[in-house]
């Protein structure tokens, strides 16, 4: 069950503070670090990717989670956050994601309390279960606002 | 209160009550005397349940139905897999975990005390009983199994 997989990215250089990402999935990009830190606005940032990446990842594993609970999503909208800590030795980390997802999911004539109840399941299962919220040591908060909707229009 | 073996396994530790029987696929079985009827409480082990992951919906039989060693009595969804339990000896099942409805995961929280999931009136416990292994024994046909499961990779 120890099984292994591997997933690959390659950045190359193209002057000044400018990078070119190629994923292992396909998509390519350039990228700079942001503004604040002698980069470029408006382009991709391995401080985005980082939060990016957490968020991406849960939303997929909710996605999962949601099918095995027998939850009739609606919609899902999740707005992260990465909180850097500049430490006394100047060195940086993210101490904290939190992630406020916005889950409307239908009743399907359950009573309400009981569909919540298994969202925040599923929730769990998706931050349990995400390889990269399991892969950080940042301490990850999931703060969800949850709708039940008695007859979806 | 039960006490455990406990044994480690990767990162991971796995507790065996010992105070009870065992089939070897991790259905454990405890028996009580009532009446002159022997009342025979099973459930799943702490390895079945942390290898199988969070348990979505625990389907039982109903109360009623009869059982020979070997049937089906119950099936989980959880997060990765859907999972059949195969009753550990001959009976009646006349008790479902009323828990298990609307906080399956009582299941992994507990898997040798709230998370029980049914009560056999056992045809002849003290025939079935020779049929099953101690915790001693239980631990290591797991082990094997666990370490089955790590070659895998």
């Known amino acids: 069950m120890s099984q292994t997989a591997t997933y690959n990215t390659t950045v190359r250089w193209k002057?000044?503070?400018?990078?070119?990402?190629?994923?292992?999935?396909?998509?390519?990009?350039d990228f700079s670090a942001p503004p604040d830190a002698h980069g470029h606005p408006g382009v991709f940032t391995p401080e985005d990717a980082f939060v990016a990446a957490a968020n991406t990842c849960v939303m997929m594993m909710f996605l999962w989670a949601a099918e095995r609970f027998k939850i009739e999503l609606l919609s899902y909208e999740c707005?992260?956050?990465g909180t850097k800590?500049?430490?006394?030795?100047?060195?940086e980390i993210f101490t904290r994601l939190r992630l406020c997802p916005l889950i409307r999911v239908a009743a399907r004539g359950d009573k309400p309390e009981n569909v919540e109840a298994r969202v925040r399941r599923a929730l769990q299962s998706a931050r349990k279960y995400s390889l990269v919220a399991n892969s950080v040591k940042s301490e990850i908060v999931i703060e969800p606002e949850i709708a039940i909707v008695e007859q979806p229009t | 209160m039960s006490e455990f073996l406990e044994t480690t396994i990767d990162k991971f530790i796995f507790r065996v009550?010992?105070?009870?029987?065992?089939?070897p696929d991790g259905v454990w079985a405890v028996g009580a005397e009532s009446q002159r009827k022997w009342l025979v409480r099973?459930?799943?082990?702490?390895?079945?349940?942390?290898?199988?992951?969070?348990?979505?919906f625990a389907h039982v039989k109903p109360a009623g139905t009869m059982l020979a060693a070997g049937d089906e009595f119950a099936e989980l969804e959880t997060i990765k897999a859907n999972v059949s339990l195969f009753s550990p000896i001959d009976g009646t099942l006349v008790e479902i975990n009323p828990d298990l409805d609307?906080?399956?995961?009582?299941?992994?929280?507990?898997?040798?005390?709230?998370?029980?999931?049914?009560?056999?009136?056992?045809?002849?416990?003290?025939?079935d009983r020779a049929k099953l292994l101690d915790a001693n024994a239980y631990l290591t046909a797991m082990r094997a199994h666990a370490e089955e499961e790590l070659k895998k990779s």
């Open chain 1, 15 to 29: 002057g000044e503070h400018w990078g070119r990402l190629e994923m292992g999935n396909g998509p390519e990009m």
């Open chain 1, 79 to 81: 707005r992260a956050e």
């Open chain 1, 85 to 91: 800590l500049i430490e006394l030795d100047r060195t």
């Open chain 2, 17 to 23: 009550a010992a105070d009870r029987l065992y089939r």
């Open chain 2, 42 to 56: 099973v459930g799943l082990t702490d390895y079945l349940q942390q290898l199988n992951g969070d348990v979505a």
């Open chain 2, 102 to 127: 609307l906080s399956p995961e009582v299941i992994n929280q507990e898997p040798y005390g709230k998370g029980w999931l049914a009560v056999i009136e056992a045809a002849d416990w003290q025939a």
